[in-house]
């Protein structure tokens, strides 16, 4: 059986803290961004749904066809995405996991949480070779998520009555050139990474005991730290200083680096939107704000 269209949505995501020394070990934390949303829509067609490489778009929809057994199904998808590329938000997991719900959907299949995480994380080694599989698992969580390489995911209830605005540099994070600038920097990199490993283990104590002036603190200390690592970017540190000086409680680079997004952390919805806009007059192509 197949409807006249599928219909499948997720949403994405962004890092809170832990960046680069997640690839050492240390904790990361991470929060579904509920509000910023994909929409996928799956509809006939007079051609075979076709495998790109490179593309998890088309390998989302390959592998839910393949799990279906229908791999010569006739069928076309429209994507409607709030989400950016390339700025850390989860946007290739997020595509995947609304591409594989709206297959599904399409065929009226049943979709429990296990296989949907499976060809979700099956897609994202198209675009990530060797993902963590923190996006997907993120992207398909609605409360935030501890990752530790090696031992898994946590999940963490925040409840801290608070706001965190999101301000897009409209730079195109580098994910893996910012991972080899911190290969390269050898024995000089590890004080850094573990400083930042602690600033995590801070905010998740912060997070548990609602303490919003010590989570702030450690975001912007955490960004210093990356800061000196190299994987940051000018538009990044002028945005961070834009919202420290206008209130933010905290406020840091988010993501692989060397472009994406900023974060800050704030007390009142007001307090929020009035950042928003100014972080937009200075430059950030696009802003987001996101109840804690």
Known sequence: MTKECGVGKAHSKIILIGEHSVVYGYPAIALPLNNIEVTCRVFPSDRVWELYDEDTLSMAVFASLEHLGIEAAKIRCQVESMVPEKRGMGSSAAVSIAAIRAVFDYFEEDLDAQTLEILANRAEMIAHMNPSGLDAKTCLSDVAIKFIRNFGFTELKLELESYLVIADTGVYGQTREAIQKVEALGQKALPLLQELGNLTKIVEKAISIKDLITL?????????????????????????????????????????????????????????????????????????????
């Open 216 to 292: 702030g603190q450690a975001m912007t200390t955490a960004h210093q730290k990356l800061a000196a690592l190299g994987v940051s970017c000018s538009k990044a540190d002028d945005l961070v200083q834009v919202a420290l000086e206008n209130g933010a409680l905290g406020a840091k680079m988010s993501g692989g680096g060397l472009g994406g997004c900023v974060i800050a952390l704030v007390r009142e919805r007001a307090e929020a939107q009035q950042l928003a806009t100014l972080l937009r007059e200075k430059g950030a192509i696009n802003t987001w704000i996101e109840s804690l």
